[in-house]
């Protein structure tokens, strides 16, 4: 059998493990900021919704019931600013990550064909591409890429990990380009409710994609907005024919949300007010970190919107690393996302107000 595996990269957690015992062995524990799972609790009227929908003996469409596709378009309409999502334009997904590390499989991408997203990424991206047997390639600016054989086009703005935001105008430029050459763009946005210091766009955006969905979709996940990472809650909006195309995969790989989950996620789209109240969580801690990585010498670049903060002491990553592994506090070496990362440290502020009161403490003693 050959290895499918052996064309992936190496996992990198496990190289983090040292470091992990050492904040570990901290008398006031680790403080763990190196990963961006939410801490809080999960909204009540979604866990309501969940608990709600408990009898469900039959199977869950691909395509989700019709009010959970009611559901995900309006809330494009109302948050994206995008206009006329039709149920055709929406696709439920089994959270976002399978779908990134399936797409190109899942379109029909293989050897010869190129696959491009960010220098600096969250690296599924990466895995999807090699999971296809396509070629990888990694941009600084996508419109300086060479459009032959590039079939898939990612964008991610937020950007997981250094928290950049695209403008409208860059993104007006990359879809331009983009449909020009023919390349198909999808955009990962899935933390385009969480801008602090910028307003997030959509590429469904009227004034970014002209008011045609044409050869663009966007991914959107519930996972950080809604605190429903353990629940698998994602989507695809956007272009009819790619998201058609995908849904009769789909359909034949029995890639299902499941009926209790198609539930919560409807009632989680309906409701705005949990979003501000964990933003607000985010906001705290974010400005407490950020202040106190500052005067402990680290600097922080972009860091404008998502979870995390992308800090540097102009030094190889693993050595800050190291350090704060010493103060309990364990972050994310930069390299993970890319060697451009290799002097940047990923901390991410999803801990708890205690957690991250602790790290402020540590870093300011
Ligand atoms: C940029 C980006 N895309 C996708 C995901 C996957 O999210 P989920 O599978 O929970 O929807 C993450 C998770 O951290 C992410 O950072």
Same mark, same amino acid.
């Given at each position: 059998m050959p290895s499918v595996s052996s064309r992936l990269p190496v996992f990198p957690w496990d190289r983090l493990e040292p470091y992990k015992a050492t904040a570990a062995a901290h008398p006031g524990g680790i403080v763990d900021l190196s990963v961006g799972t939410p801490v809080d609790p999960v909204p009540q009227l979604v866990q309501r919704a969940m608990a709600d929908a408990t009898d469900r003996p039959g199977y869950p469409t691909v395509w989700g019931t019709s009010e959970l596709r009611d559901a995900v378009a309006g809330w494009c309409e109302r948050r994206l600013g995008a206009v006329g999502v039709g149920h055709r334009n929406v696709l439920p997904v089994v959270g976002s990550k399978e779908l990134v590390a399936w797409l190109p499989v899942q379109l029909?991408?293989?050897?010869? *064909?190129?696959? !491009?997203?960010?220098?600096?990424?969250?690296?599924?991206?990466?895995?999807?591409?090699?999971?296809?047997?396509?070629? %990888?390639?990694?941009?600084?600016?996508?419109?300086?890429? *060479?459009?032959?054989?590039?079939?898939?086009?990612?964008?991610?703005?937020? &950007?997981? %990990?250094?928290?950049?935001?695209?403008?409208?105008?860059?993104?007006?430029?990359?879809?331009?380009?983009?449909?020009?050459?023919?390349?198909? @763009?999808? &955009? *990962?946005?899935?933390?385009?409710?969480?801008?602090?210091?910028?307003?997030?766009?959509?590429?469904?955006?009227?004034?970014?994609?002209?008011?045609?969905?044409?050869?663009? @979709? &966007?991914?959107?996940?519930?996972?950080?907005?809604?605190?429903?990472?353990?629940?698998?809650?994602?989507?695809?909006?956007?272009?009819?024919?790619?998201?058609?195309?995908l849904l009769l995969v789909r359909k034949h790989g029995g890639m299902m949300t499941p009926a209790p989950v198609q539930a919560a996620m409807i009632a989680a789209l309906g409701d705005d007010d949990h979003v501000a109240q964990q933003r607000a969580r985010y906001a705290a801690r974010r400005e407490g970190l950020r202040g106190a990585l500052s005067r402990c010498g680290l600097a922080t670049e972009?860091?404008? !919107?998502?979870?995390?903060?992308?800090?540097?002491? *102009?030094e190889p990553c693993w050595d800050t690393v190291g350090a704060l592994a010493e103060r309990g506090i364990l972050v994310a070496p930069g390299d993970f996302?890319?060697?451009?990362?290799?002097?940047?440290?990923?901390?991410?502020?999803?801990?708890?107000?205690?957690?991250?009161?602790?790290?402020?403490?540590?870093?300011?003693s």
């Open positions: 029909g991408l293989g050897p010869g *064909d190129r696959v !491009a997203y960010p220098r600096l990424a969250y690296p599924t991206y990466e895995v999807g591409a090699r999971l296809a047997g396509a070629e %990888p390639v990694v941009y600084d600016s996508p419109t300086e890429l *060479d459009p032959t054989g590039l079939k898939l086009l990612w964008l991610n703005s937020p &950007s997981n %990990p250094t928290g950049r935001v695209l403008s409208l105008r860059e993104l007006r430029e990359i879809v331009e380009w983009a449909r020009q050459h023919g390349v198909l @763009v999808f &955009s *990962d946005e899935c933390y385009l409710e969480l801008g602090w210091e910028a307003e997030p766009v959509s590429v469904l955006h009227p004034e970014v994609c002209g008011g045609s969905f044409e050869g663009l @979709v &966007s991914v959107h996940s519930l996972s950080k907005r809604s605190n429903l990472a353990g629940y698998r809650a994602a989507f695809a909006a956007g272009d009819a024919e790619v998201l058609e195309e972009h860091s404008e !919107a998502s979870l995390y903060l992308w800090a540097t002491r *102009d996302y890319g060697p451009a990362g290799e002097r940047f440290v990923r901390v991410a502020f999803t801990a708890t107000d205690e957690r991250v009161a602790e790290a402020v403490r540590r870093l300011e």
